[in-house]
Structure formats: structure tokens, C-alpha cells
């Protein structure tokens, strides 16, 4: 062990403490200001060294050191927390009559009184509660019902435009409340990411960015690139604040908080109108979701006087933007096959300017989706874009219905190789059973196989994927481990594949053998068979053989694993093309058992539930710790739990239940004592 003197761990935390400091700067004006002060590998350089020095000086790590934007937290439950005070709605209109009504209204409340308003886009995020404490945060906490929601800290450090240090003057203890968005340039990124890795896409940045704060990792949610922008200050007990809610935000920004700039002081109603009038077109080109304009009372000692409803505050209301709507002709409906042969219906339409683009396509989503519109054809649909980034289809435009309509019927057989449809009982949509023939299957397949979360074979995207299977050398996953340089190189129609691509392929191919089991056991693309159910059948089962031979009973036995699933699992591996692609990979050198080896098995038989944080393992040590003595880990308490074992902040509705169905709780000592 090395010995350090104190002079020794002085200048090294010096050091942390100059690398803190200037990354805080550095974060402040690019993400605040929009200025790059230094490039991208300066930046990253000092990171890395802030992050050497921490892994070797973990005592002299800060809490809010600039590293935890990348995060790496790992909290399988969200503790619920009470706001101070509760998280209000504001009252919604659609209409400017309806807002000139509050304004009559509020002026009639507060006769004799001088006021003026604030309007301020209303982000289409997720809103959220931050508390600082002697300028540093301490917890942020999702709206949840409104008076008390999840904690979310360790996600929340992940976002570059949430200060973990305040600057200047700022109260000693405070809460800010204001919205989480999912920009647009991030939201596509991502959602390319998530098709050429074969997930389906998110469906709006609002719901993207909710799903992202709720994400265990928190190093997940810092690849996000979301945004906060701060709309309100609570006034802390006996601190003076400005009294204007404008003036609140300004000074708010100086602290180095993200404020719209959008927000302007109205006078009245007139002001008011232009305002919404404005936005009404311009918000189209902003690159974050809004869906309508907040309208407050500005002047802050008049808000007591003007007090709440049950539900809302009566100085401020919200002006929704109606979602856009426009009516196109249907020209055709194409029909799209999904890797896990799935058809999708795509109406292809006249172009059509509709929220700052021009629509042309837009799904149907499926046969019921088509019926229950009551599509016909030449029909003129109508396309709603509000806070979507995606169009949809809402509707139809009877009036410019023709004469003696004829309803859309569904294809019967695959667009791409005639095989009859089949829809399986409980689902909403066709797909073609041709999964070993059908050419977009059979690709799908491939991407699939190669994809980040199954074998991560980068040099292989869908480009390359397509030119291989034209040319004949790829038609099953197994194929690509029969590729050979000299087939490669000079492929395409420019001879695309030159020698180092062709090594680099190669190269990845092989690396890509060394993949765990469970990874390999995803890839295959199994019907109904994810990331995570790849893995528990891959540990409860041990091996490829005992997996291929196991019966619908037993494959109904691993957690979480239903009989549709089952089913599913069964008839692949009972398929005889698949069973030869299994016997080729396993020649071809991937793994096809797990290679966990169990210390003993004193917990055999018995079944975990993990809750809290804990003093000597992370979750995941705790659960591979359990696993490797034998144990199951289950995520929810049942009857069937042996123990819940019990860490620091563990869920209440786990605590609740377990003590409702007599499970016992195991302290992280006891659960030590055990494993001697």
C-alpha cells in the first residue's frame, strides 16, 4: 500500500479542487453562454484526470464534483419525498376569450392596485422541484401527484444546465421549481440510435425525457442530453427577494440558472394577445416542445391577495396551443415489415406543411387503428402535430368524403415475400410467420445480431448489412462468422470494402465472440424475448442445451417469464433452421454458457428482494453476490420471497408488503454473516 503525506494529500486535493473549479466554468458557458472556451480534447483531458484522481483519492471526491455529469448512480427505487409546498397545476384554456376573462378578472381583484403580467412559454417537459442548501443541491424531485413525488438527485446532476454550485448571492436554503425538456437535435439522435440498435423509437420528447429521469443508471440518463430551464423561486423563509416575478428570474440567472429568455413583461390584454399571437407561429422554430404560454400576475405581494382554488393558483392561468391540424388527401398505404415480421400500415399522403415541416407519411399503426378511424379510400385525413415530433393521423375529413366511399381492407398476405398474415390472439396487429424467408426479416435480424446491446459488432451498420445480403454471403446471423477478407474486400458498387474495412470487420467478428451467453442468447432476436429475459433465462438455465431442451412448464419457472414467452422460446429453439444456426455459432467459438461460478450454494432455493443503499456492495455487487452463493433475485416481494434484504432509503411499498406477507428482513449485517 502506498503511504501519502499530508503535504502529499494536500496538493493532490488542490489540484481536484483547480480541475473542480474549472470544468464548472468551462460546463457554465458552454451550456449557459453557448461558448466553447477551450476544444473538446482539452476538456475531456481534465476530465479524465479529475476522474483518475477521484478513483484513486475516493475521501477527497466531492459530492458535486463535475464528474457526476456523467453519472454511473445505480437506484433501483425512487424514495418518495414531500414538497414543502405542493407542486400546484394551473388552471388550462384554449381560448383567448377565456384569458381575457382571467384578465378582467384579476384587475377587478385587484382594483386601485398597480400590477403588471409576465407571459413565458409553457415547456412541453416534465416539471421538477430543486433544493439548495449553502448554494449546493441537495435534492431534486419529480412533480409526482403533487404533493409528493420521486427522488431523482442522482439523474438530476447528469443534466449540464442544473447548477450543482450556485454562484453569487443566493439564499442559504431554498427550492426552485422548473422543466425538464428533451431537445429535439437530442431526441432524434437518440431515437436513430434506438432503431439501428432494433428498439422501437420514443414517441414524443415529453415522455422521453419522463422515462429518462426514471432510468436506474444514471449514467443512461446523462447520454440523454437533456435540459432544464427554471420558471419559479419559492421564497425562503426571511430572505428578501425581488417583488416581481421577473425580477426573481433575473437574479435566478445570476445564481446560474437557466431562465428562458423568451419571458416578457405585458402591461395588459393587448400586450398579452401579441404575445400568444407570436408564439402561436414562432414556437415552430424553437428547438425544444412547448405547448402553450404561462400568464402571471408580476408584481409577487399581490399573489396572497389574489390566493389559490383548490387545484391552481388564481394569478397565473396557461394558454394551450391547440395541437395543429391539417387535412390531406390519402394517395396509398404502404405496408412496412418489422424485424419480428410485424406489418405496419403507412399512409403515404400530398405533401402538407404542418409544424414547421412538410408532412408526408405517417403511420397507421395497424389493422384495428384503420377500421376504427373508419379509413376509406381517396379519403382526406387529418394530421395532428402538437407536441409531437412524430405526425399522426386523427382522424377523417368527411366533409370531403366521395361519393359511395370504399373502406380500406387490410393486405392479407407479406408485401415482401406473399406468405399469408396470421395476428396472433391478444394482439392488435398482423405479421408474417416467414421469418426465415422474408427479406426485410431476415435483415432486421442482422441489425438486430450486431446491435450495441446484443454482440456490438460496430463495423457491421445497416448499409453494409444490405450489400452483404445482396451479394448472397449473408443470410442467417451464423453467415457473418463465415466471412473471409478476400470475399470482402472491393464489395459494392464503388468497392466500398477496402482492406482495412475488411480487417476492421473481421477484427469485430472476432472480438464479438467473446460476448456473454446472455448477450448472445439476446441477439438471436427471440420472439418476446428482451434484454433483460435474455438474461434471467440465461442464468436460470446455465447453458444453450439446457435452455434448447427445456419444456413450456419449465420455461414458465424463470421470473417474469409468461406463457406467451415461453411458447415463444419453445417453438424457436424446437425450429430446425434455428437449431442449425445455434450449432454454427457454437462452432464458430460465441459463447453459449454462462460462466458464473457459484462459491457454494448455501442460498439455493431461496429468493431475494434488494431495497436501499448499503454501506459495503452496490446493488448490482449485492445481486451478483447473492447469485454467486446460489440465490435468486427477484424484483418485487411476493409470497415466494425468502428474504427482503433491507439497505439505507429502502422502499416503503416493499417494507409494507413484505411485513404484510410475513417476509424477512435482512439487515446488510446479517446478510455479511451469512455469507461467512
Known amino acids: 500500500m502506498n503511504l501519502f503525506t499530508a503535504v502529499d ?14 470544468l464548472d466554468r468551462l460546463n457554465f458557458e458552454y451550456y449557459m453562454n453557448d461558448r466553447s472556451l477551450v476544444s473538446d480534447f482539452e476538456f475531456d483531458a481534465m476530465m479524465r484526470e479529475l476522474q483518475d484522481l477521484e478513483r484513486t483519492y475516493p475521501d477527497l471526491a466531492s459530492p458535486l464534483s463535475p464528474t457526476k455529469r456523467v453519472g454511473g448512480e445505480v437506484n433501483k427505487s425512487f424514495r418518495q419525498v414531500h414538497h414543502r409546498l405542493p407542486m400546484l397545476s394551473l388552471g388550462n384554456t384554449y381560448s383567448l376569450a377565456e384569458i381575457e376573462d382571467f384578465e378582467m378578472r384579476t384587475r377587478k381583484l385587484l382594483a386601485g392596485s398597480q400590477f403588471s403580467y409576465t407571459c413565458e412559454l409553457k415547456y412541453d417537459g416534465v416539471a421538477i422541484g430543486l433544493t439548495y442548501k449553502h448554494g449546493q443541491l441537495v435534492q431534486a424531485v419529480t412533480r409526482g401527484n403533487g404533493s409528493e413525488g420521486d427522488d431523482i438527485t442522482a439523474n438530476a446532476k447528469t443534466i449540464p ?33 434506438r432503431e439501428a440498435e432494433g428498439e422501437d423509437p420514443f414517441a414524443n420528447p415529453r415522455n422521453a425525457a419522463s422515462g429518462s429521469l426514471k432510468l436506474q443508471d444514471s449514467a443512461e440518463c446523462a447520454k440523454r442530453g437533456l435540459m432544464f430551464c427554471m420558471y419559479f423561486m419559492l421564497a425562503p423563509d426571511g430572505i428578501p427577494l425581488p417583488e416581481t416575478h421577473y425580477g426573481r428570474l433575473q437574479w435566478a440567472a445570476q445564481m446560474g440558472f437557466k431562465v428562458q429568455p423568451y419571458i416578457k413583461e405585458c402591461a395588459d390584454i393587448a400586450d398579452i394577445e401579441s404575445y400568444i399571437n407570436h408564439w402561436d407561429q414562432a414556437r415552430w422554430n424553437l428547438p425544444f416542445a412547448v405547448d402553450g404560454i404561462v400568464i402571471k400576475v408580476n408584481q409577487t405581494p399581490l399573489w396572497d391577495s389574489l390566493g389559490l382554488t383548490a387545484k391552481s393558483p388564481r394569478w397565473a392561468i ?8 391539417v387535412s390531406t388527401p390519402l394517395e396509398s398505404i404502404s405496408y412496412q415489415v418489422g424485424r419480428t415480421g410485424v406489418i405496419t400500415p403507412v399512409a403515404n399522403l400530398t405533401p402538407v406543411w404542418l409544424g414547421g415541416t412538410t408532412v408526408r407519411r405517417a403511420t397507421l399503426v395497424n389493422a384495428d387503428n384503420i377500421a376504427s378511424l373508419g379509413i376509406c379510400q381517396g379519403d382526406s385525413l387529418l394530421v395532428e402535430k402538437g407536441g409531437e415530433i412524430i405526425p ?22 407479406c408485401p415482401e415475400c406473399g406468405t399469408p398474415l396470421v395476428k396472433a390472439e391478444g394482439e392488435a396487429g398482423y405479421y408474417c410467420p416467414n421469418a426465415d424467408g422474408c427479406r426485410p426479416q431476415i435483415i432486421g435480424r442482422i441489425e438486430h445480431f450486431v446491435s450495441r446491446k446484443a454482440m456490438n459488432i460496430e463495423s457491421l451498420g445497416p448499409e453494409r448489412i444490405e450489400l452483404l445480403y445482396q451479394v448472397g454471403l449473408v443470410r442467417t446471423v451464423a453467415d457473418l462468422y463465415d466471412l473471409r477478407k478476400e470475399q470482402l474486400v472491393g464489395l459494392g458498387s464503388d468497392s466500398t470494402i477496402q482492406n482495412r474495412g475488411a480487417d476492421n470487420l473481421i477484427s469485430a467478428l472476432e472480438v464479438s465472440k467473446a460476448v456473454p451467453f446472455e448477450r448472445v442468447l439476446f441477439a438471436l432476436g427471440i420472439r418476446y424475448v428482451g434484454e433483460v429475459g435474455a438474461k434471467k433465462l440465461a442464468r436460470h438455465f446455465g447453458t444453450i442445451d439446457a435452455l434448447m431442451s427445456a419444456n ?14 415461453a411458447q415463444s422460446v419453445h417453438d424457436w429453439f424446437n425450429t430446425e433452421v434455428h437449431q442449425r444456426i445455434v450449432v454454427r455459432l457454437r462452432a464458430a467459438g460465441l459463447q453459449m454458457a454462462s460462466h458464473q461460478q457459484l462459491a457454494d450454494t448455501r442460498f439455493a432455493g431461496m429468493t431475494f428482494v434488494v ?6 456492495f452496490s446493488r448490482e455487487e449485492i445481486k451478483a453476490d447473492i447469485e454467486k452463493h446460489g440465490g435468486k433475485v427477484a424484483s418485487s416481494v411476493s409470497s415466494r420471497t425468502t428474504y427482503l434484504l433491507a439497505g439505507a432509503n429502502m422502499g416503503p411499498e416493499k417494507l409494507r408488503k413484505a411485513e404484510s406477507l410475513g417476509v424477512k428482513l435482512l439487515s446488510e449485517t446479517e446478510y455479511i454473516a451469512l455469507t461467512r
Open 392 to 413: 399522426k393521423i386523427v382522424g377523417v375529413d368527411l366533409e370531403k368524403r366521395q361519393p359511395h366511399p370504399q373502406p380500406v381492407e387490410f393486405i392479407t398476405r
Open 552 to 565: 413450456i412448464e419449465q420455461l414458465t419457472e424463470v421470473e417474469d417469464v409468461g406463457l406467451v414467452t
Open 611 to 616: 431495497s436501499g443503499v448499503f454501506d459495503h
Open 9 to 22: 494529500l494536500e496538493t493532490v486535493k488542490e489540484r481536484m479542487q483547480q480541475l473542480e473549479v474549472e
Open 161 to 193: 444546465t442544473i447548477p450543482l454550485r450556485l454562484r453569487g448571492d443566493f439564499p442559504d436554503d431554498f427550492e426552485v421549481r422548473g422543466e425538464v425538456v428533451y431537445p429535439f437535435e437530442a431526441f432524434n439522435a437518440m431515437n436513430r440510435q
Open 318 to 325: 396557461a394558454y394551450k396551443f391547440k395541437a395543429e391540424q
